[in-house]
């Protein structure tokens, strides 16, 4: 048996049964169940494999729904952001972010068929009452009293040459164009609809498209067919480029990067801070960013002025089990649990919460300034988010998908999570990845599904050898073959069997199980 100084790095304290609260979406008073745990700490590859089984963390308190039995199903998705592409909604916020900085203009008109600003979170109704009544306030392991200051991430806008003549006719081509040049099919690009009256928007289908448009994309093509390509490059020496030459869609770094006048009437950066362990950056401007998060849930989420407290804001947005980890083939910024401040004229008007994974950026919450709300800043943060998910992965090759919580078909407000594709849904029995298109049929039918095809396939991750088990108890660590013979309680074993089912015999064989 190991002692106290052998101690991993993850160590979690399950929480036997099952817990009911209200839910947060269909306001259900005992309808949402999940599973639970407390992590007193989690190194980020135990969280990676979490998540990749269904599992969500608020603070340090780490829950997974069950999903065959609560109210509103809540199915991790994913986005590809080496594939994405923003869909003509998407360009709109990011235009009107930028007419914003440059001019001050203000733009509150044609917002019908943009998300909603500000559910780009996954916040568990009945949250801080499930944590206080946890009430764990033992502390397994010391956190390292050596703070780590995160490097500011200073995202770096880029030089282009762009043409002053951008008439409203290039505006409207360039959405065409943008759908041509993708590479990717058109229901996965263009996904915000307006229903016609009587009708909801169907995201597996592709987007209507007028006839006008098809004629000119068949005689594009059909011109270039017929041009040899002598005869194309003589074109271009004649400094008449042909129109395919436009027809290469802006990406979304160009879009977000548009170079600004020298007079810009606003500046807008964005820095990255190590929220746990705490960096001097995140001390410094601690109180500012609380004052955010204090109006936000008071206007935008209607909570009394008592209730967004200072205590609550940290367990729920500042405290994290992740470690913090800074291999030299990571990011620059290092692993574990960030905000992402956007910072306009020298304030804080919005905070994203984040956690960088292995393998992925994860978006745990976004609180903003109301004053702002004009900016749609729930659709600009995630594809700021995006962009940044883009850029760690020039580095770290590895890091390549951008995680945005939990999709709730049955909720319409949680639905806008699914226009960011390409996008994938984890199915919550064999915890494959699934493009969403090929699950959206089966949630219209019903708010369960499986979304595996293959009837015979079975969670290949699950726990075999619950005997390895790794328990943390009385100081000591031991697997639960040997744990086991000295207990007498026979409620123990089927509590330690359902927590090897749920985190999967990896995690089970690397996790720190406390038994008091």
């Not at 029995?429 to 009837?455: A, G």
């Not at 050898?465 to 660590?477: C, G, L, Q, Y």
């Amino acid at each position: 048996m190991a002692s106290w100084n052998c101690l991993s790095s993850s160590i979690v304290e399950y929480c036997e049964g099952a817990d009911f609260y209200c839910c947060g979406y269909c306001k259900n008073l005992e309808g949402s169940r999940s599973n639970g745990m407390w992590a007193h700490s989690m190194t980020v590859q135990d969280y990676q494999d979490l998540i990749d089984r269904g599992w969500r963390r608020s603070g340090k308190y780490v829950y997974k729904p069950i999903m065959n039995q609560t109210c509103c199903p809540q199915y991790t998705i994913r986005c590809r952001p080496l594939q994405f592409q923003p869909s003509k909604s998407h360009k709109k916020v990011l235009k009107k972010v930028l007419k914003f900085l440059a001019k001050g203009e203000i733009l509150r008109r044609n917002c019908e068929d943009e998300p909603m600003d500000s559910t780009m979170e996954d916040s568990v109704a009945g949250d801080f009452a499930l944590i206080n009544k946890l009430d764990i306030k033992c502390d397994l392991k010391m956190l390292s009293s050596d703070l780590k200051e995160s490097l500011e991430s200073e995202e770096k806008k880029k030089e282009k040459n762009s043409k002053t003549e951008e008439s409203n006719e290039l505006t409207h081509s360039q959405a065409i164009e943008d759908k041509l040049g993708s590479g990717e099919p058109l229901h996965s690009i263009k996904v915000h609809m307006v229903p016609k009256p009587g009708k909801g928007a169907d995201l597996s289908k592709p987007p209507c498209r007028k006839a006008k448009e098809i004629r000119k994309e068949r005689k594009m093509l059909k011109l270039m067919q017929q041009n040899p390509a002598g005869e194309f490059e003589s074109f271009q020496a004649q400094g008449q480029p042909p129109k395919a030459k436009s027809n290469q869609p802006k990406s979304l770094e160009d879009l977000i990067f548009e170079s600004l006048p020298e007079n810009a009437s606003h500046k807008l950066e964005v820095r990255v801070v190590r929220s746990s362990p705490p960096s001097s950056q995140f001390k410094a401007t601690f109180q500012e960013s609380y004052q955010v998060y204090k109006r936000y849930q008071m206007v935008i989420h209607k909570d009394p002025p008592d209730k967004p407290t200072v205590s609550q804001f940290t367990r729920f947005l500042c405290s994290s089990p992740l470690e913090a980890e800074n291999p030299p083939n990571g990011p620059e910024c290092g692993y574990g649990s960030f905000h992402q401040q956007y910072w306009l004229d020298g304030k804080i008007i919005a905070v994203g919460v984040i956690d960088i994974l292995p393998y992925c950026v994860s978006s745990v919450y976004l609180y903003y300034d109301p004053d702002y709300s004009f900016l749609s800043l729930g659709v600009y943060s995630a594809l700021r988010e995006i962009a940044f998910t883009r850029q760690l992965h020039e580095k770290t090759s590895q890091l390549s998908y951008y995680y945005m919580g939990f999709y709730i078909h049955s909720c319409p407000k949680m639905k806008y999570k699914g226009q960011y594709r390409p996008s994938d849904l984890l199915c919550p029995e064999t915890y494959v990845w699934v493009p969403i298109e090929q699950c959206l049929p089966s949630l219209e039918n019903s708010k369960y599904c499986r979304f595996n095809q293959d009837p015979e396939a079975v969670d290949e991750g699950r726990s075999k050898e619950p005997d390895r088990v790794r328990v943390f108890h009385k100081k000591a660590i031991m697997p639960y073959g040997v744990y086991k013979k000295h207990q007498k309680d026979p409620s123990e074993e089927a509590t330690v069997l359902q927590y090897a089912n749920l985190v999967g015999q990896a995690c089970s064989e690397r996790m720190l199980l406390f038994r008091n």
